[in-house]
Every structure is written in structure tokens, then in C-alpha cells.
């Protein structure tokens, strides 16, 4: 039988606040246990939760980001239930009645465009974390991270693939991050993803019964862990048994998934609303506010990118997918005044090979725009070489600032003195007499050879056009 | 002294006849003579007291003084105060010391307000005869014998003990009105919002509201003048302008609408209660009140609907208490599980695990709809009834409670007897509205009750007709013969 997978994600972005959503405690990550948690956080008695405006700021561009509807009334609510990093014994979040309801994001495939539903996006609070190691037998609770900020992004079940996932998921991280709401730091926690997996035969319009897949940190594991689980309801279900509804935990040592608890085991979270917060009312003028601050998005920008810039949709969509990356690309551009296709080969090539090998942000850059631009603008008057400029670029990298004085100091300047050329030429052609004769008996590939030696001997400075010119005009004279 | 109102100690205090520590000192020697008899106090701050006493006296002396400034008065344990030991009458809350204070706590204050000491409660403010408190029951200074009522059972016992001069409390079905009834006093429940809930240890966050027991109805207005304001700590907080509460107080209530709610005044009221409560009623129209008959008709949902909505949230109030970060821990958990159990089993009296309980269950997944939500609904009808009320009359006035004090032990194998003594009060909870008991008289030694009901934000209004009520009567100034 053929089988259709049926996914939906439910993400966890970290709103990007300097305080928590309910106090006023830093949410900086990395500070030592329990420091950054203030009464409120520590849910001690008689204090109240005072919501964070920007978190709602946050939430609302992003819910018109996704062309969804703002409410202009949201309620929070308690959700209850004990853990030890969960101080109040209820976490705060939102259930009813959502900030952000039915929103729609574009992903591009392989083969065409897909819409996927986006079916609410809600304001809650963080837990804090239990450490276990360290404390002999005992567990630690740091309640660093309770009270901070999350929109937690629930798609619609509309993908049918790990690969549409990771595509959704992707999109999200860049659209997240264009509007700078979520640092998009997986590694932190900033950016986390759970997934609803089932399969059903394809053809049939109802879902199967799905397992929810939890702690999928990275874009590689939420790959694995639903191929994974895909296998493994197939499985069950072509060996004629029934998939269960069930939570899994997603091990990424072992590359497995496990039962966590089943659908029985599910809490009774006794939602209802928190009375200690008024209903969250968003109205109309700071909408159309939040509207007017809204940036350039993703979509728009690689439109605008391929038709301004008359790049291919490929370039155009890697150069997008980091707002910092096409900000970067365009400073660039601007100050080199070049072809368009230089400044992104350099951008999307050399650039972002070093960039990667350093584990570098392209904000972190050793090579700035307007330095990258000032090295540009020299291959195009054609100062430079192409394969100078790598040379000048590695130097600029290592903490040279100006193109132009490493083009001086190193004497990289290409040479355009057709004179010069031609002596060079000449000298070439008459110290590899053999080869001359070969080539003049037919074997044309020898031209390469002789473009190699006169660069070699020009020591890469030689103006490649120029030098191909004069060979063929002297390999041909006779 | 004790028999000063706070008007009077102020004057004196301000003309340098006393100083505030002589006075604090003279009500800490009150306390000392006499809390062993009603175990109104659950801490007495005797140092803190003190040297707040004497900025006090420094403030007086440069002219940087409020109205209340070197004013002692006790605060209901249920506010946090920093530093000090804050219980709400519960073995969970033994250890625990706030690093903050409540808002309020912190306005007395900056008020130059002296605090004596932390008032004895039922445990959570979960209680209307202060029964429940893990510190033992308080008594009525009135009569040994007799509830003080509660929760605010403690700060009522202190006012009418004339040991402090006056006393926060709280009230979320009648926990403030109710103990100044039983003890003769007069009690504010402000409109919901009107005062800070941060530092309050919450029992029902949407009903609960701090405010004043106090001798009489200025008193009343002085402190709450100091208590009442927006607070940014406090999302529930109304956003309203200072008032003066005192300046209506001489206002003449000549054409003032009374309502009397036929519903308040039938079945279940004492007959001798009644008897009092006309009698005062009568003393209103003398001074020209103008009385008419309303109809309040789902007064009779209050009590129900109460012991779903107050249980639900204090089921999630209370989860916090879970022996993990402050409070009572169970000895030697035997893993995560077992503390829950036992910490929350072995912290909390039984009275609290009932409403916990029966808040878990109105909330549960199936029922939720059947209680919790129908209980809102009705809520949103019992208030309706109250804006209706309100075309047509400026106030309502109804019995604080349906008997006078019971004796200890009399309802406490009864719980819905117990919860029946609440009944005339809930309903002003429920709709948020402000409501004021003062003293009307006597049934058999022990004080009555008259509760006024007005619309939102009427306190001014409510003091007005108490004061001028305690200008021809003197019940508020009589006092329990063995404490004056």
C-alpha cells in the first residue's frame, strides 16, 4: 500500500524581549542558576504578573507578517499542572482565545510553491529547567528561563514530507528573524520545534491517529525523528496493528524515538482564565502602527531581488533567507557600484565559506561591506583579477582593512600594459618551442597551457582577456 | 487613648500632646495585657514598631507628616511585609518571610503609619469564624465564647479590643464585613480594583480585595485614603484619580434612595437581627432616608456560585505551594511525588484541601463547562441585578450577616452551615461592587451588622451615610466591658 505522511509543527520561538513576559527580570541567556529569576518568576506568594508590551508588539508583527488575523481581544489562561521548574503550578498561555489566528506561510519546493495554514500563534511563558547532574541523586531547578517570552506557532497539518518540514521550519526561522522577534538560536532554545506525525493510505481523507514528537532541537533531528516515526507507524500499521496516540521524545544519541506517555497519561491541564490579567484588548491604531513598522519580508525581498537585481530566483532566495546576509549583499552593492552577480557570487561564495568554517554570524564579519565593496570595485575597473581578488580578500580576512592597500603592498595590481603583456608572451612562446609546435600541429588544448605560463610568469597579475588575446593572435601568426 | 479615633490621636500627635512611640508603646502594652485572651495576633512587632515610631516622631517634628503619620495599626497576615514573618494562618506558611512588601503595606508606610504586628486569620482567608487558622482560633472581644468571625478575624478582634487603633483586612465573600459585624465595628470592602492586590497572598484572585476594619466610618476613610490607588504592579489595579475620602462625610443623606432587597430580608434571618437591623434602618429615615422595597431576584445563586469560582481559583492560586522553593516540605521525600503529597498534605488544614479539592474538580476536563462556566454566567446575571438595582436606588442596605456571633465549635462540623453565614455578602464579590458593614445594635450582648451596598466606586458615598448613621447613634463607640 502506498502511505501519505501527514505533519504539523508546533514551534516555540523565543520572543526576543529584554525582560520576561510577565516581570521585569533580564531573559539574557548563560547567567549563573537562579540569578536572573526575580518573586515573580520564583512564583512566591501574593505576586502578580504585569504583561511585557513588547512581547505583544512581537506577536502582532508577526501575526501580520503571516497575514493573519490580530485579535483585537486575546485572554490568557492558566495551565495547570506540578513540576518542580514550573514555580506557580500553572504556566500562563493562551487557549481559547489566541493573539494570532489563521495566518499562511509559502514555501518553495523542488517542484512548485505550497501554501501551509498557520492555524494560531499564542503568547505564553517559559518553565524554568531541572538539572540533574551534580547533585548527587538530587535534582537542581534553575529558574533562569521561567517567565520568558514564546509565541508558540501552530501550523496547520498541511505538510506531507520531512523535506516540506524542514522547509516550513526554515521559513519560519528566516521570517522570525527578519522581523526580529526570535534570535533563532537553536542551540539556546530560542527556536524549537515539536512535531504531530500520522500517516494514512493515500487517498483517504481522514488522519490517522498521530504521535506527538517532542524535543526536536535542530533542523537535522526534526528531519530524522520524523522519517523515523513515519517508518515506524508504517510498520505497525502493514503488520496490522494500530498506531497509538502518544507522546515521544526524540533521542538524538540513539536516533530514536521513545514513548513518553500515552494519551491516557495526558495531563488534565484545567484551563480557564487567569484572573489575574485583564483580557489582552490590541487596538486598531497600534495595529496600523505595527503594520507601518513591519520590514521588508522575505518573499518581497527576493522578488525585489531578482527583478532590481536581475539575479536568478536561486541566488536571489539564498541571499534573502538572512535578512543580516541581503543587508550585508546590498551595503555591498551600493558602495561597489558593480554587476550585481559579482557582489553575490562574493557574498554567497568566499564570503560565506569562511564565514561557515569560522562558525561566524555574517554581522560577526571580518571583512565588512564597504571593505568587501572597495575590493570589488577594483575587480571591475580591473585592478584585479578575479583569482587576485581571493588573495586580497584572504588578507582582508585576516585583518587587513583596505583592499586598495593590500593591492599596493602585496604589488597585486594587474597588469594592462599590452606591451608588457606581449614581452611576456613572447618570452613564453619562445622557451617552450616543443609545445608551439604541437599546438600548431593541432592540439589545441595546448592554448591553456600557455595562458598558465604567461600568468605564472606575469605571477597572476597579468589581465587574463588581454593575455588571451595576444596568444591567439601569436600561436596563429606565421 | 484606645478610646481616641484616629482623627483625635492624629490632632494629638500633630499638637505634640503625645509622641507616636508613647503611643505605640501604650498599644503594645494593650497587646501585651490583653492578646493572650483572644490570640488575635499571629506576630507582634514590637521593634519594628518602635523604630518606625520614632521616624515617625522625626517626620512630625520637620513638618514632613501625612494625616495618619505615627498612627499604629495591625495588618491582616495575609499581606507581605519584608522581612517579617507573613503566615496567612497556615502551617505551609510558617517559615516563610517575603523579601517584599505588599503595596499597601508599603503606603502605610510612606504614610509614616506604625505597624504593631501580623493579625491572626483563617488559614488562606479560607474561613468565616477564624477557625481554621493553624495558630489557633481568635475570640470575640465581646464575648470569649463567641467567633470573631473571618477570615479578618484577627484584625477584627484587635480594632474591637481596642488594641490597635485600627486594622487591614481582606475580603473575597465577606471576610472584612462579616468579623466587623460580630464585633461591632465597621468594616470596608473597597470596589474590586480599587486597592493593590500585590503582596496579598491571593484565595480567589478575581473576588478578593484588601480594606479597612476600623471603630468607625472616618477612621475608615482615612485609611483607605491611604490604601486605594493604582498600582502598575497590579494588572487588575483600577486606573482611578486619589480621592479624599472624608470630604462627604458630613454630606446630609436627606432624599437618599435606600434599597432593601426583599430577598435579604426573609427567610434565614434571625428574627432578633431583624428586629436591630429596622430599627437602624429607621434611624436613616429620620435623618432622610427615603427606603423603597428592590428585588435582587438571583441573590439566591451567590452562595453556590461562589463555592465554584472561589474554590476553582484557589485551586490554582494554591499549586504554588508545593514544598519546592519556600514554605512547609514534608521530612525525607521519598522522591518528587511523595513531597507533593506530604508537603501539601501535612501544610494544609482541612478546610483549604476541601475548596482545593472542589476547585480541581469544578475545573476538570467534563465539568468545566457544567460549573466553572455556568458559574461566570451566573455571576455575570447577579450583577446585572445589582445595575438594575442601581436605576432606581443610590444605595442598598441589607443585614451583614443573618445571626449575630455563634459560639466556637457550632458550625464547624457544617460546612455549608458555615458557608451560609456568608450569604448576604458574597454577592457583593461576586459583582465587584463596594459594600460597608457597621455596627446597629445588639442581640443578646453580641453586635449586629447593617451592610451597605453601593455602585462601583462609592465609597465616599458609603462613609457618608455610616458617618452621618454614627452621629445620632453611639454603638461604634461602645466598647467590650473586659478590654476598655
Same mark, same amino acid.
Given at each position: 500500500?502506498?502511505?501519505?505522511?501527514?505533519?504539523?509543527?508546533?514551534?516555540?520561538?523565543?520572543?526576543?524581549?529584554?525582560?520576561?513576559?510577565?516581570? #521585569?527580570?533580564?531573559?539574557?541567556?548563560?547567567?549563573?542558576?537562579?540569578?536572573?529569576?526575580?518573586?515573580?518568576?520564583?512564583?512566591?506568594p =501574593?505576586?502578580?504578573?504585569?504583561?511585557?508590551?513588547e512581547?505583544?508588539?512581537?506577536?502582532?508583527?508577526?501575526?501580520?507578517?503571516?497575514?493573519?488575523?490580530?485579535?483585537?481581544?486575546?485572554?490568557?489562561?492558566?495551565?495547570? @499542572?506540578?513540576y518542580?521548574d514550573?514555580?506557580?503550578?500553572?504556566?500562563?498561555?493562551?487557549?481559547?482565545?489566541?493573539?494570532?489566528? #489563521?495566518?499562511q506561510?509559502?514555501?518553495?519546493m523542488?517542484?512548485?510553491?505550497?501554501?501551509?495554514?498557520?492555524?494560531?500563534?499564542?503568547?505564553? $511563558?517559559?518553565a524554568?529547567?531541572s538539572?540533574? $547532574?551534580?547533585?548527587?541523586?538530587?535534582?537542581?531547578?534553575?529558574?533562569?528561563?521561567?517567565?520568558?517570552?514564546?509565541?508558540?506557532?501552530?501550523s496547520?497539518?498541511?505538510?506531507?514530507?520531512a523535506?516540506?518540514?524542514?522547509a516550513?521550519?526554515?521559513?519560519?526561522?528566516?521570517?522570525?528573524?527578519?522581523? $526580529?522577534?526570535?534570535?533563532?538560536?537553536?542551540?539556546? =532554545?530560542?527556536?524549537?520545534?515539536?512535531?504531530?506525525?500520522?500517516?494514512?493510505?493515500?487517498?483517504?481523507?481522514?488522519?490517522?491517529?498521530?504521535? $506527538?514528537?517532542?524535543?526536536?532541537?535542530?533542523?537535522?533531528?526534526?528531519?530524522?525523528?520524523?522519517?523515523?516515526?513515519?517508518?515506524?507507524?508504517?510498520?505497525?500499521?502493514?503488520?496490522?496493528?494500530?498506531?497509538?496516540?502518544?507522546?515521544?521524545?526524540?533521542?538524538?544519541?540513539?536516533?530514536?524515538?521513545?514513548?513518553?506517555?500515552?494519551?491516557e497519561?495526558?495531563?488534565? @491541564?484545567?484551563?480557564?482564565p487567569?484572573?489575574?490579567?485583564?483580557?489582552?484588548?490590541?487596538?486598531?491604531?497600534?495595529?496600523?502602527?505595527?503594520?507601518?513598522?513591519?520590514?521588508?519580508?522575505?518573499?518581497?525581498?527576493?522578488?525585489?531581488?531578482?527583478?532590481?537585481?536581475?539575479?536568478?530566483t @536561486?541566488?536571489?532566495?539564498?541571499?534573502?533567507?538572512?535578512?543580516?546576509?541581503?543587508?550585508?549583499?546590498?551595503?555591498?552593492?551600493?558602495?561597489?557600484?558593480?554587476?550585481?552577480?559579482?557582489?553575490a557570487?562574493?557574498?554567497?561564495?568566499?564570503?560565506?565559506?569562511l564565514?561557515?568554517?569560522?562558525n561566524?554570524?555574517?554581522?560577526?564579519?571580518?571583512?565588512?561591506?564597504?571593505?568587501?565593496?572597495?575590493?570589488?570595485?577594483?575587480?571591475?575597473?580591473?585592478?584585479?583579477?578575479?583569482?587576485?581578488?581571493?588573495?586580497?580578500?584572504?588578507?582582508?580576512?585576516?585583518?587587513?582593512?583596505?583592499?586598495?592597500?593590500?593591492?599596493?603592498?602585496?604589488?597585486?595590481?594587474?597588469?594592462?600594459?599590452?606591451?608588457?603583456?606581449?614581452?611576456?608572451?613572447?618570452?613564453?612562446?619562445?622557451?617552450?618551442?616543443?609545445?608551439?609546435?604541437?599546438?600548431?600541429?593541432?592540439?589545441?588544448?595546448?592554448?591553456?597551457?600557455?595562458?598558465?605560463?604567461?600568468?605564472?610568469?606575469?605571477? =597572476?597579475?597579468?589581465n587574463p582577456?588581454?593575455?588571451?588575446?595576444?596568444?591567439?593572435?601569436?600561436?596563429?601568426?606565421? | 487613648?484606645?478610646t481616641?479615633?484616629?482623627?483625635?490621636?492624629?490632632?494629638?500627635?500633630?499638637?505634640?500632646?503625645?509622641s507616636?512611640?508613647?503611643?505605640?508603646?501604650?498599644?503594645?502594652?494593650?497587646?501585651?495585657?490583653?492578646?493572650s485572651?483572644? %490570640?488575635?495576633?499571629?506576630?507582634?512587632?514590637?521593634?519594628?514598631?518602635?523604630?518606625?515610631?520614632?521616624?515617625a516622631?522625626?517626620?512630625?517634628?520637620?513638618?514632613?507628616?501625612?494625616?495618619?503619620?505615627?498612627?499604629?495599626l495591625?495588618?491582616?497576615?495575609?499581606?507581605?511585609?519584608?522581612? /517579617?514573618k507573613?503566615?496567612?494562618?497556615?502551617?505551609?506558611? &510558617?517559615?516563610?518571610?517575603?523579601?517584599?512588601?505588599?503595596?499597601?503595606?508599603?503606603?502605610?508606610?510612606? +504614610?509614616?503609619?506604625?505597624?504593631?504586628?501580623?493579625?491572626?486569620?483563617?488559614?488562606?482567608?479560607?474561613?468565616?469564624?477564624? *477557625?481554621?487558622?493553624?495558630?489557633?482560633?481568635?475570640?470575640?472581644?465581646?464575648?470569649?465564647?463567641?467567633?470573631?468571625?473571618?477570615?479578618?478575624?484577627?484584625?477584627?478582634?484587635?480594632?474591637?479590643?481596642?488594641?490597635?487603633?485600627?486594622?487591614?483586612?481582606?475580603?473575597t465573600?465577606g471576610? /472584612?464585613?462579616?468579623?466587623?459585624?460580630?464585633?461591632?465595628?465597621?468594616?470596608?470592602?473597597?470596589?474590586?480594583?480599587?486597592?493593590?492586590?500585590?503582596?496579598?497572598?491571593?484565595?480567589?484572585?478575581?473576588?478578593?480585595?484588601?480594606?479597612?476594619?476600623?471603630?468607625?466610618?472616618?477612621?475608615?476613610?482615612?485609611?483607605?485614603?491611604?490604601?486605594?490607588?493604582?498600582?502598575?504592579? &497590579?494588572?487588575?489595579?483600577?486606573?482611578?484619580?486619589?480621592?479624599?475620602?472624608?470630604?462627604?462625610?458630613?454630606?446630609?443623606?436627606?432624599?437618599?434612595?435606600?434599597?432593601?432587597?426583599?430577598?435579604?430580608?426573609? *427567610?434565614?434571618?434571625?428574627?432578633?437581627?431583624?428586629?436591630?437591623?429596622?430599627?437602624?434602618?429607621?434611624?436613616?429615615?429620620?435623618?432622610?432616608?427615603?427606603?423603597? *422595597?428592590?428585588?435582587l431576584?438571583?441573590?439566591?445563586?451567590?452562595?453556590?456560585?461562589?463555592?465554584?469560582?472561589?474554590?476553582?481559583e484557589?485551586?490554582?492560586?494554591?499549586?504554588?505551594?508545593?514544598?519546592?522553593?519556600?514554605?512547609?516540605?514534608?521530612?525525607?521525600?521519598?522522591?518528587?511525588?511523595?513531597m507533593?503529597?506530604?508537603s501539601?498534605?501535612?501544610?494544609?488544614?482541612?478546610?483549604?484541601?476541601?475548596?482545593?479539592?472542589?476547585?480541581t474538580?469544578?475545573?476538570?476536563?467534563?465539568?468545566?463547562?457544567?460549573?466553572?462556566?455556568?458559574?461566570?454566567?451566573?455571576?455575570?446575571?447577579?450583577?446585572?441585578?445589582?445595575?438594575?438595582?442601581?436605576?432606581?436606588?443610590?444605595?442598598?442596605?441589607?443585614?451583614?450577616?443573618?445571626?449575630?456571633?455563634f %459560639?466556637?465549635?457550632?458550625?464547624?462540623?457544617?460546612?455549608?452551615?458555615m458557608?451560609?453565614?456568608?450569604?448576604?455578602?458574597? +454577592?457583593?464579590?461576586?459583582?465587584?461592587?463596594?459594600?460597608?458593614?457597621?455596627?446597629?445594635?445588639?442581640?443578646?450582648?453580641r453586635?449586629?451588622?447593617?451592610q451597605?451596598?453601593?455602585?462601583?466606586?462609592?465609597?465616599?458615598?458609603?462613609?457618608?451615610?455610616?458617618?452621618?448613621?454614627?452621629?445620632?447613634?453611639?454603638w461604634?463607640?461602645?466598647?467590650?466591658?473586659q478590654?476598655?
Amino acid at each position: 500500500m502506498e502511505w501519505e505522511t501527514v505533519i504539523g509543527l508546533e514551534v516555540h520561538a523565543q520572543l526576543a524581549t529584554k525582560s520576561k513576559i510577565f516581570s #521585569g527580570a533580564s531573559t539574557a541567556y548563560g547567567a549563573p542558576p537562579n540569578t536572573q529569576a526575580c518573586a515573580v518568576d520564583l512564583g512566591l506568594p =501574593g505576586v502578580l504578573p504585569v504583561l511585557n508590551q513588547e512581547a505583544v508588539y512581537m506577536a502582532a508583527k508577526f501575526g501580520l507578517a503571516v497575514n493573519a488575523k490580530v485579535s483585537p481581544r486575546s485572554v490568557f489562561a492558566r495551565k495547570n @499542572y506540578f513540576y518542580p521548574d514550573l514555580p506557580k503550578g500553572y504556566q500562563i498561555s493562551q487557549y481559547e482565545l489566541p493573539i494570532v489566528e #489563521g495566518g499562511q506561510l509559502t514555501i518553495e519546493m523542488d517542484e512548485a510553491e505550497k501554501t501551509i495554514g498557520i492555524t494560531r500563534a499564542h503568547l505564553e $511563558e517559559d518553565a524554568g529547567k531541572s538539572l540533574h $547532574e551534580d547533585f548527587q541523586g538530587l535534582s537542581g531547578i534553575d529558574l533562569n528561563r521561567a517567565g520568558t517570552p514564546l509565541l508558540e506557532i501552530v501550523s496547520e497539518p498541511d505538510m506531507r514530507s520531512a523535506k516540506e518540514a524542514i522547509a516550513y521550519m526554515k521559513k519560519l526561522h528566516s521570517l522570525v528573524r527578519y522581523l $526580529e522577534i526570535c534570535d533563532g538560536n537553536m542551540q539556546e =532554545g530560542s527556536f524549537r520545534c515539536d512535531a504531530n506525525v500520522s500517516v494514512r493510505p493515500k487517498g483517504q481523507a481522514e488522519f490517522g491517529t498521530r504521535a $506527538e514528537l517532542k524535543n526536536l532541537n535542530s533542523f537535522r533531528f526534526v528531519e530524522r525523528a520524523i522519517n523515523l516515526e513515519v517508518e515506524r507507524q508504517i510498520d505497525i500499521l502493514e503488520s496490522g496493528g494500530q498506531v497509538s496516540q502518544e507522546t515521544r521524545l526524540y533521542d538524538a544519541e540513539k536516533n530514536e524515538t521513545r514513548s513518553m506517555r500515552a494519551k491516557e497519561e495526558a495531563n488534565d @491541564y484545567r484551563y480557564f482564565p487567569d484572573p489575574d490579567l485583564l483580557p489582552l484588548v490590541v487596538e486598531e491604531d497600534f495595529l496600523q502602527q505595527t503594520q507601518r513598522d513591519l520590514p521588508e519580508l522575505p518573499d518581497e525581498k527576493r522578488q525585489r531581488f531578482t527583478t532590481q537585481y536581475e539575479l536568478s530566483t @536561486y541566488d536571489a532566495g539564498v541571499l534573502t533567507a538572512n535578512r543580516d546576509i541581503a543587508d550585508y549583499f546590498e551595503e555591498a552593492l551600493q558602495a561597489a557600484d558593480c554587476e550585481p552577480k559579482l557582489c553575490a557570487n562574493w557574498v554567497m561564495g568566499n564570503l560565506s565559506a569562511l564565514l561557515n568554517k569560522s562558525n561566524l554570524e555574517i554581522t560577526q564579519s571580518p571583512v565588512s561591506a564597504a571593505h568587501l565593496a572597495g575590493m570589488l570595485r577594483r575587480i571591475a575597473d580591473n585592478t584585479i583579477s578575479g583569482k587576485i581578488a581571493k588573495q586580497v580578500f584572504e588578507a582582508m580576512w585576516e585583518g587587513e582593512s583596505n583592499a586598495d592597500q593590500v593591492i599596493e603592498k602585496q604589488g597585486l595590481k594587474q597588469v594592462t600594459n599590452s606591451s608588457k603583456i606581449e614581452q611576456m608572451v613572447d618570452e613564453v612562446i619562445a622557451s617552450n618551442p616543443k609545445q608551439l609546435a604541437d599546438y600548431r600541429s593541432g592540439k589545441d588544448k595546448l592554448f591553456g597551457f600557455f595562458v598558465g605560463q604567461v600568468m605564472k610568469a606575469s605571477k =597572476g597579475k597579468a589581465n587574463p582577456a588581454q593575455v588571451n588575446e595576444l596568444l591567439k593572435k601569436k600561436l596563429a601568426e606565421n | 487613648m484606645h478610646t481616641k479615633t484616629l482623627a483625635e490621636l492624629s490632632s494629638a500627635l500633630q499638637k505634640r500632646e503625645i509622641s507616636s512611640v508613647e503611643l505605640t508603646q501604650y498599644f503594645l502594652e494593650r497587646i501585651e495585657r490583653y492578646d493572650s485572651q483572644l %490570640n488575635a495576633f499571629v506576630t507582634v512587632t514590637s521593634e519594628t514598631a518602635l523604630s518606625q515610631a520614632q521616624s515617625a516622631d522625626d517626620r512630625l517634628k520637620m513638618g514632613d507628616h501625612s494625616a495618619l503619620t505615627g498612627i499604629p495599626l495591625a495588618h491582616k497576615d495575609i499581606f507581605c511585609t519584608s522581612g /517579617i514573618k507573613t503566615t496567612c494562618g497556615s502551617k505551609m506558611l &510558617d517559615n516563610f518571610i517575603a523579601p517584599y512588601s505588599a503595596t499597601i503595606v508599603e503606603k502605610c508606610q510612606q +504614610a509614616g503609619m506604625v505597624m504593631l504586628g501580623k493579625t491572626n486569620m483563617d488559614e488562606f482567608a479560607m474561613g468565616s469564624s477564624n *477557625e481554621t487558622s493553624y495558630y489557633g482560633t481568635v475570640k470575640n472581644p465581646w464575648d470569649l465564647q463567641a467567633v470573631p468571625g473571618g477570615s479578618s478575624g484577627g484584625s477584627a478582634s484587635v480594632v474591637a479590643a481596642r488594641i490597635a487603633p485600627i486594622a487591614t483586612g481582606t475580603d473575597t465573600g465577606g471576610s /472584612i464585613r462579616q468579623p466587623a459585624a460580630l464585633c461591632g465595628l465597621t468594616g470596608l470592602k473597597p470596589t474590586y480594583g480599587l486597592v493593590s492586590r500585590y503582596g496579598m497572598i491571593a484565595f480567589a484572585s478575581s473576588l478578593d480585595q484588601g480594606g479597612v476594619l476600623a471603630n468607625n466610618a472616618e477612621d475608615t476613610a482615612l485609611l483607605l485614603g491611604v490604601m486605594a490607588g493604582f498600582d502598575a504592579k &497590579d494588572s487588575t489595579s483600577l486606573d482611578s484619580p486619589p480621592k479624599d475620602y472624608t470630604a462627604r462625610l458630613n454630606d446630609s443623606i436627606k432624599g437618599l434612595k435606600i434599597g432593601l432587597p426583599k430577598e435579604y430580608f426573609g *427567610e434565614g434571618l434571625d428574627p432578633e437581627v431583624a428586629k436591630v437591623l429596622e430599627a437602624s434602618i429607621k434611624t436613616l429615615e429620620q435623618q432622610g432616608a427615603v427606603c423603597q *422595597e428592590i428585588s435582587l431576584p438571583n441573590m439566591h445563586l451567590s452562595v453556590p456560585v461562589y463555592y465554584i469560582i472561589a474554590p476553582a481559583e484557589c485551586s490554582s492560586n494554591l499549586s504554588r505551594y508545593d514544598g519546592v522553593r519556600f514554605g512547609y516540605r514534608c521530612d525525607n521525600p521519598q522522591d518528587l511525588l511523595d513531597m507533593y503529597k506530604r508537603s501539601r498534605g501535612e501544610g494544609f488544614g482541612a478546610e483549604v484541601k476541601r475548596r482545593v479539592m472542589i476547585g480541581t474538580y469544578a475545573l476538570s476536563a467534563g465539568y468545566y463547562d457544567a460549573y466553572y462556566l455556568k458559574a461566570q454566567q451566573i455571576r455575570r446575571l447577579i450583577s446585572d441585578d445589582f445595575k438594575k438595582a442601581f436605576e432606581q436606588v443610590d444605595v442598598i442596605a441589607s443585614p451583614t450577616t443573618p445571626t449575630a456571633a455563634f %459560639n466556637f465549635g457550632e458550625k464547624t462540623d457544617d460546612p455549608v452551615s458555615m458557608y451560609l453565614s456568608d450569604i448576604y455578602t458574597i +454577592a457583593v464579590n461576586l459583582a465587584g461592587l463596594p459594600g460597608l458593614s457597621m455596627s446597629a445594635g445588639f442581640v443578646n450582648q453580641r453586635p449586629v451588622g447593617l451592610q451597605l451596598i453601593g455602585n462601583y466606586f462609592s465609597e465616599d458615598h458609603l462613609l457618608n451615610i455610616a458617618h452621618q448613621y454614627q452621629q445620632d447613634t453611639d454603638w461604634h463607640t461602645q466598647m467590650p466591658a473586659q478590654f476598655s
